[in-house]
């Protein structure tokens, strides 16, 4: 996706670090079921999902609270590049912040 390769380029010179379409296994039962990938992982602590979208639907956001859930972190960034203005949700791990930490 261009905007992938853009906004690696903008973290870049923010002097960011981040990691690209991170895979994480996924577990059920002690048993790899397989794995997901996210779009970017930045300093260890947050998810950022991609879209190309002309609007967010409740699925995107699912699928963004299930990366954040998956990869155990607090925070997630679901951004759209597809709307006619930028769109973006910040997504919380439920799990985590039931104890009300947010970043």
Same mark, same amino acid.
């Given at each position: 996706m261009i905007y992938q390769r853009c906004l690696a380029i903008e973290m870049? &010179?923010?002097?960011l670090s981040y990691g690209r379409? /991170? %895979? $994480?296994?996924?577990?059920y039962d002690?048993?790899? /079921?397989?794995?997901r990938r996210a779009d970017f992982i $930045?300093? %260890?602590r947050v998810v950022v999902e991609l879209k190309a979208l002309t609007a967010l639907e409740n /699925?995107?956001?699912a699928q963004a609270r299930n990366y954040v859930v998956a990869y155990g972190y607090e925070v997630g960034l679901l951004i759209n590049f597809g709307a006619e203005s930028l769109e973006y949700k910040r997504i919380f791990n439920n799990? &985590?912040?039931a104890v009300g930490s947010k970043l």
């Open positions: 870049n &010179r923010a002097g379409e /991170v %895979d $994480v296994g996924i577990f002690g048993y790899s /079921v397989g794995s $930045v300093g %260890d /699925v995107h956001i799990q &985590r912040n």
